[in-house]
């Protein structure tokens, strides 16, 4: 395969790059840490897919004690943190009071307690003090025998002003009862500029809350993460009847039985409750999944997912919880919503559209997208799925010179060369799909390319990602048919485990990628590669989008 041209000589802050990689990474065997600039490189699949770690995908139970209710009252609990859109604020979210499931609930008042946060840089005394407000929403179905639910009282408080890059300690509650938590502590993002980025930033999607899930959050830990960016699929609570019984497929045990599709929402308290000894201290930022839909009366979609957490929708002009964005130190992340309208002429397309071009490369030269269901997956689950997605926004992002992509919804590991438009490109981004965090529909291991394997194209359609696009191939070594017959060249490497990532940025032009396997030591990687911007080869193009119709290397069939 023909290399792009070779690299200049590295700068003095990627000296690293002589470390000496133990082991089969990403299909190298030792030596120097490839860059995206030795490729676009043969693909690569992983002797381990369709053999991997399947590791323990069931949940966990609800009398785990890392799960269990220990607040007595209104304690807070399921702590967390978040980001604003600069690097001088945070949220903290919390819940009070206990959660009700059955067919007659009462909910809580949502301003009984109060939303109060005391912090400061030192941990005593607490010597500020913000409020926030609160909220409770409620999971209901208009079928007998179904039960219903509301949730405990949420509650988001927003701190301003703080300084970039400092530790800041503080407690949530309400002093007046008094209910406050334990003193916490978590760290602002470096001042967004093109030298100063958060050492490390963990990437995970379809977490779930099974013993694989505990595996992934353990070894996510042991990497010390600064940020952690959760892409989609969260809880898995719809997975459950209301009832609270469990199953591997919704669909396959339960969809001729049920009236609407079910879900139990005491697992989203599980999950939090979980998670938060980690999310307490390292900011976590997350964007909707299709496990988030959770459909209920009145046709309210989403009401968990946009309740539970916080989100810099205001200070990003986005004013919606599906998609956002936010800087973290000289990076600029887009949270872009598949269950949502992309559509051009939408709400999303004109925010994204005013959103990049407020992006100052000079100030945040990485700009880096995350959205759930994956462009350029080959893997056969969820297959050309968000065609639709791909078509309406490829373009626009590939002109503003969008750097990496982060996906989910695939439960398995996959890293493209640079590609546009299905076509090598040199300038285009760099697509990892990160699905394999560990929920209890475990891992994909079948190929749209291994023989016999391609979908019918209708099978494709997801109703809720909006159309059907997915079509044959009109160019290149797949044209006339919807699937390769072969790992297609834009898929560098792909394997069916379950792990996590490790974004590390170096400077302006060099991070650092490396993919943990749950199966592997502590602190092992699985892929590790450079992903090189190159600004100079690859200037920002004018805005001037061509029509639809030719927006795509597919045809109708």
Known sequence: MEKWAAPPPLAVAIAVAAIVVAGVVAGHCGGKIPTTLDGPFEPVTSPLDGAGFRGLAVDLPDFDPRVRRWAVGFEPEQISVSLSSTEDSVWISWVTGDSQIGQCIKPLDPTSVASVVRYGRLRRPLIHKAVGYSLVYNQLYPFEGLRNYTSGIIHHVRLTGLKAGTVYYYRCG????????????????????????????????????????????????????????????????????????????????????????????????????????????VPIMVVEGNHEIEEQVGSKIFEAYSSRFAFPSYESGSFSTFYYSYNAGGIHFIMLGAYTSYNRTGEQYKWLERDLANVDRTVTPWLIATWHPPWYSTYRSHYKEAECMRVEMEELLYLHGVDIVFSGHVHAYERSNRVYNYTLDPCGPVYITIGDGGNRENVATSHADDPGNCPEPLSTHDKHLGGFCATNFISGPAAGKFCWTHQPDYSAYRESSFGHGILEVINDTHALWTWHRNQDVYNSAGDMIYIVRQPNECPLKPISLRPKAIDSLTSSL
């Open 174 to 281: 309400d002093p007046s009862i008094p209910a406050m938590s334990n003193i916490h502590s978590f760290k602002t993002m470096p001042v967004s500029a093109p030298r100063s980025y958060p050492p490390r930033i963990a990437l995970v999607g379809d977490l779930g809350l099974t013993y694989n899930t505990t595996s992934t959050v353990d070894h996510m830990r042991s990497n010390k993460p600064d940020l952690i960016v959760l892409i989609g699929d969260v809880s898995y609570a719809d997975l459950y009847l209301t009832n609270g019984t469990g199953t591997d497929c919704y669909h396959c045990t339960f969809k001729k039985t049920t009236p609407i599709h079910e879900s139990y929402q005491t697992r989203w308290d599980d999950w939090a409750r979980f998670m938060e000894p980690l999310i307490s201290e």
